[in-house]
């Protein structure tokens, strides 16, 4: 089905590890995003990619970096995993930076816990 | 402050009420609203998608927008078990491309 992949499902690290969640989408859009949710805190941008080539810190990008290996994957790295990163990590894209009516498409999530 | 505040619940409904969902946000710039819906263990969805104050209605969903009170409602008429999600709202500014601010979610149950 077309949409937003995103692997692994599920992932517990010890703190310290590293690893990368990846994300892809095969709908031709420009523009991706990594979110994490946590209760109480609702999702938080992390960081987003506008197009291929580019991108930008969000709201929460400590302990975090990114690559946007081409126009379909975007990639998520802990490269010193801590117990504050245990959460729900998303990935979404839309079709384009500017305003769009179609809002932003959603992968079904990493679950990700620290110990 | 949060930029966008929700009503927390959880909220439990029985079978066919009128659901009311609420959102206050403080950013003056933002003209663009959405409602998300998501289900447990999965990635949100968008539901509707409202431009500056008024009114949207699809279906049983209606969305409303109050910018002089900084006001986000989302109403679910007939309200069903499968209706049973936490429901997101965000806005977005005009300026900053489609950067969303989400608030934090309202978890609801529709019981048959």
């Known amino acids: 089905n077309a949409g937003v992949t995103q692997t692994p499902k599920f992932q517990v690290l010890k703190t310290g590890q590293s690893m990368t969640l990846q994300c892809a989408q095969d709908?031709?859009?420009?523009?991706m995003y990594w979110y994490r949710q946590d209760p109480g805190m609702g999702l938080r941008l992390i960081y987003y990619?506008?197009?291929?080539?580019?991108?930008d810190k969000g709201e929460v990008p400590n302990g975090y970096n990114v690559s946007r290996l081409n126009k379909r994957e975007f990639s998520l790295r802990l490269e010193s995993a801590a117990p504050s990163q245990t959460s729900v990590y998303f990935c979404?894209?839309?079709?384009?930076?500017?305003?769009?009516?179609?809002?932003?498409?959603f992968g079904s999530g990493t679950r990700l816990t620290v110990v | 402050q949060k930029e966008v505040e929700q009503d927390h619940g959880p909220l439990s409904v029985p079978e066919g009420a009128i659901v009311s969902l609420n959102c206050t946000y403080s950013n003056s710039a933002f003209q663009y609203f959405m409602w998300y819906r998501q289900y447990s263990r999965k990635g949100p969805e968008l539901l509707m998608y409202?431009?500056?104050?008024g009114n949207k209605e699809d279906g049983r969903f209606t969305a409303q927008v109050d910018k002089s009170s900084k006001y986000i409602s989302l109403f679910i008429r007939d309200s069903q078990p499968s209706d049973s999600a936490t429901y997101l709202c965000?806005?977005?500014?005009?300026?900053?491309?489609?950067?969303?601010?989400f608030g934090e979610g309202t978890q609801l149950t529709v019981n048959p």
């Open positions: 990619s506008a197009s291929e080539g580019t991108t």
């Open positions: 965000a806005g977005r500014e005009e300026t900053s491309g489609s950067r969303l601010t």
């Open positions: 979404a894209s839309s079709p384009s930076w500017v305003v769009s009516t179609y809002g932003y498409t």
């Open positions: 409202t431009y500056s104050s």
């Open positions: 709908m031709n859009h420009n523009s």
